[in-house]
Nanobody, 122 residues
Framework: QVQLVESGGGLVQPGGSLRLSCAAS????????MGWYRQAPGKGRELAAA???????NYAASVKGRFTISRDNAKNTVDLQMNSLKPGDTAVYYC????????????????WGQGTQVTVSS
């Protein structure tokens, strides 16, 4: 019912920047919180940044001050601007959306994008 498509990943040198984008499409009433999760090789998936429909955001301590999350509610998109990238930021980044469906007003569901690879290396 809901599709999330990420783009913008790639290979960058330490200190470089990338901007990830995620677009949501399908049938839904509203998108509540949206976020970016990441998973490094051999590691669990962790929240990098999240933003509510009202624009309130929060970040993992490891990315605070370097990453900025933003969203466009009219376009159903969320972006993650990543600056001062470090090798430790290397991971597959997944877009996540908590969605209220048209047919289930009082329930919400989590949807995931396919992931986009970010590699920070010299």
């Amino acid at each position: 019912q809901v599709q999330l498509v990420e783009s913008g990943g790639g290979l960058v040198q330490p200190g470089g920047s990338l901007r990830l984008s995620c677009a949501a499409s399908g049938s839904f009433l509203s998108i509540n919180t949206m976020g970016w999760y990441r998973q490094a090789p051999g590691k669990g998936r962790e929240l990098a940044a999240a933003i509510t429909s009202g624009g309130s955001s929060n970040y993992a301590a490891s990315v605070k001050g370097r990453f900025t999350i933003s969203r466009d509610n009219a376009k159903n998109t969320v972006d993650l601007q990543m600056n001062s990238l470090k090798p430790g930021d290397t991971a597959v980044y997944y877009c996540n959306a908590d969605v209220t469906l048209l047919t289930s007003y009082f329930n919400s569901y989590n949807y995931w994008g396919q992931g986009t690879q970010v590699t920070v290396s010299s």
